[in-house]
């Protein structure tokens, strides 16, 4: 059984805003989330290895999350002066992904087959290889919840997680799958 204090202590102290115990029998893949990344809004789609559709089918990825029974939701809520300030959220949004780099190589020495879907697109690289050349980084390789067809505000509901903050906040939601 996971310790979620001693989790929760760790997240905290590499700056994570907010963590919550997640039940893995709570994650829906969805095929409307994964058809939204096929409408490339992000533009990200058939551009990184950790994106659709290089990232896997649904039936494969829905059988690698149905081995795990328990991980951790962790934000990062940051402030911003509205919905246009753009400037503030990739703030909010490179913060998060330093945390979660962080966090990742801390638990991957008591996990190390556990599954960690982020925020956004893997940006380890300045340029992803895909479709050209192998990934540079398949161990460290990071695809979003959204990738896998989760839609993140009713994971984070049905874990008891708030999603929205308010019109001066936003939060970047990521997660991992320990056992
Ligand atoms: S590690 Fe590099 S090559 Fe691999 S998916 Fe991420 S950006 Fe692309």
């Known amino acids: 059984m996971l310790d979620f204090e001693r989790l929760e202590a760790l997240a905290s102290e590499v700056g994570f805003t907010h963590v919550a115990p997640l039940d893995a029998a709570t994650i829906v893949l969805r095929d409307e989330v994964r058809d939204m990344c096929v409408a490339n809004t992000c533009g990200a789609y058939g551009k990184n290895w950790s994106c659709p559709p290089a990232c896997g089918e649904l039936p494969a990825l829905r059988e690698q999350v149905g081995r795990y029974r328990a991980g951790i939701l962790v ?22 992904k330093r945390h979660f780099a962080e966090l990742h190589e801390k638990l991957l020495e008591q996990w190390p087959n556990l599954l960690a879907l982020g925020a956004g697109t893997c940006t380890r690289c300045a340029k992803c290889t895909y479709p050209d050349a192998p990934c540079r980084f398949p161990d460290k390789r990071v695809s979003s919840m959204e ?29 991992f799958l320990l056992e």
Request: aromatic share 12%.
């Open 147 to 175: 990738a896998y067809g989760m839609l993140v505000v009713d994971t984070c509901k049905a874990n008891g997680m708030e999603y929205y903050y308010g019109p001066q906040a936003i939060a970047y939601t990521s997660c």
């Open 75 to 96: 934000q990062t809520v940051g402030e911003v002066e509205d919905s246009l300030d753009f400037e503030g959220m990739m703030e909010a949004e490179a913060e998060h």
